[in-house]
């Protein structure tokens, strides 16, 4: 049985951090793409921050380039994203979930997911 814990959102002034974990169980974790996704009130889901099995590849949405890090570690199956200058615009609840990647010239360039492993975390940005 899948278990998928997300913790570390919360309510922070915009320009303030972060960190996002998404501890997993019941599953092979290293062999998923994984990644962040959002989804708002009103907006379409997105994929924030995704990376591969093995962590060598990363990709993040232009909306949230250089201000989040995403990060995991297999041995402990949990999945990890930093997140700094955070805005207004970032609230939304934050879920993990396995990622399908598209890979363009070696670098990902798209990442989406069919379903949601968890809960999410609550995450809201006030100015």
């Known amino acids: 049985q899948v278990q998928v814990v997300e913790t570390g959102g919360g309510l922070v002034q915009a320009g303030g951090s972060l960190r996002l974990s998404c501890k997993t169980s019941?599953?092979?974790?290293?062999?998923?793409?994984i990644g962040w996704f959002r989804q708002a009130p009103g907006k379409e889901r997105e994929g924030v921050s995704c990376?591969?099995?093995?962590?060598?590849?990363?990709y993040s949405a232009d909306s949230v380039k250089v201000r989040f890090t995403v990060s995991r570690d297999n041995a402990e199956s949990t999945l990890y994203l930093q997140m700094n200058s955070l805005k207004p615009e970032d609230t939304a609840t934050y879920y993990c979930?396995?990622?399908?990647?598209?890979?363009?010239?070696?670098?990902?360039?798209?990442?989406?997911?069919?379903?949601?492993w968890g809960q999410g975390t609550q995450v809201t940005v006030v100015s």
């Open positions: 019941g599953l092979r974790f290293a062999d998923y793409n």
């Open positions: 979930a396995p990622a399908n990647l598209v890979f363009r010239n070696g670098e990902i360039v798209q990442c989406d997911t069919v379903r949601f």
């Open positions: 990376i591969s099995r093995n962590g060598v590849d990363t």
